[in-house]
């Protein structure tokens, strides 16, 4: 009888421990060190993924990038960026590539907004988004939003570049002097 007691109760530990990991992994994700976005974001990491796979082509030549899935071992989500089979580091690249990345993950999370949403998010507001990019990804940019047009109806776009300027049709321009700042319909 005690043998049958003991194997209860070791099955009775090994759920227990089970529930266990879980309340772990759920306290470590909603606790004060965890990554509660991580949570929210995992359900829609495979749609990012699937739309990074579109706009990261546009700048990128063999690259890849894809968010992890945050596990019970890591709640992190991470960015994998990976170009000619060889992965590489975010951290080790350079601020135009990194610029470069940023812009597709924030293509991929406006196109899961777009499809999730019960409005129509017609409206993009683009401050200096090409700051950090060379003539070539200015290019690569101009043409991704060109592409979008149909996204959106209205766009505010913020910028210093001419090549960006001499793309936007209907302008306001902003010059400072001795302090006041003047506004001017071109």
Do not use: H
């Amino acid at each position: 009888q005690i043998e049958k007691d003991k194997e209860k109760l070791q099955a009775e530990v090994a759920k227990l421990e089970k529930k266990k990991t879980y309340a772990k992994f759920f306290y470590d994700s909603l606790g004060p060190k965890g990554s509660f976005r991580g949570i929210l974001l995992a359900k829609d990491i495979a749609y990012i993924n699937q739309r990074l796979g579109v706009y990261i082509p546009k700048f990128f030549t063999n690259a890849e990038l894809q968010l992890t899935t945050p596990s019970m071992d890591k709640n992190v989500i991470e960015l994998v960026f990976e170009e000619d089979g060889i992965k590489k580091p975010v951290t080790s690249l350079s601020e135009g590539e990194k610029k470069r990345l940023n812009l597709s993950t924030q293509m991929a999370i406006y196109d899961l907004l777009q499809s999730t949403s019960m409005f129509n998010l017609n409206l993009c507001i683009f401050d200096e988004i090409e700051s950090a990019l060379d003539p070539e990804g200015v290019r690569q940019l101009l043409e991704v939003i060109d592409d979008r047009q149909d996204n959106f109806k209205t766009a505010w776009w913020i910028t210093n570049n001419e090549t960006v300027s001499s793309n936007i049709f209907n302008k306001i321009q902003a010059t400072k002097k001795n302090g006041f700042t003047k506004i001017g319909y071109l």
